[in-house]
């Protein structure tokens, strides 16, 4: 069976550490907790999911939506809701959504943010088949994934 929700990995976002920097955030709608976001400055400053394409185009990531005390671990944090995000640190451990390999996923392949499913990460490799530059990777996957899996322990870059 796919894991495909953060409880099927763990009951929690961070997995290491404790001394993360906490953003108080607003959600900007429907974002859950292990999801990579960034603050829209034309939308109040609320937390949204960030891909690829938002991060190429000048917006930048903020941290991890931390799991909110009053909202299941795996139900969306609706718009106008108060929450947190973790500013992740490297070398620490997080459960985070990937977008789905399409096959197999070994531990320490190099993650950079999805495409396809903002909010999520994906596996970093150029067009070619070769690595990208170090410079997109931001997490490597702590434990092996199998196909169809869409959540992951990754460990911070």
């Keep these: 069976m796919a894991n495909t929700a953060i409880s099927d990995i763990g009951s929690q ?4 550490g404790g001394s993360e920097h906490i953003e108080p955030a607003v959600s900007g709608g429907s974002i859950y907790a292990g999801m990579c976001v960034y603050f829209d400055k034309d939308d109040s400053y609320k937390a949204k ?5 938002s991060a190429t185009a000048g917006l930048s990531f903020i941290g991890i939506v931390d799991r909110h005390y009053s909202i299941g671990l795996d139900d969306a944090i ?12 490297s070398g620490r451990l997080y459960n985070v959504f990937i977008e789905d390999f399409g096959a197999a996923g070994p531990k320490g392949s190099p993650l950079t943010f999805g495409t396809t499913t903002a909010g999520s990460l994906m ?15 931001v997490a490597y996957l702590e434990k092996a994934v ?4 869409t959540v992951a322990l990754v460990r911070w870059a």
């Design 78 to 89: 609706t718009a106008g809701v108060v929450c947190n995000v973790l500013v992740p640190k």
């Design 146 to 149: 199998a196909n169809e899996d």
């Design 123 to 137: 596996l970093s490799t150029g067009t070619t088949g070769n690595l990208e530059s170090t410079a997109n990777i």
């Design 13 to 16: 976002i961070q997995m290491s």
């Design 49 to 53: 999911p960030i891909d690829a394409n």
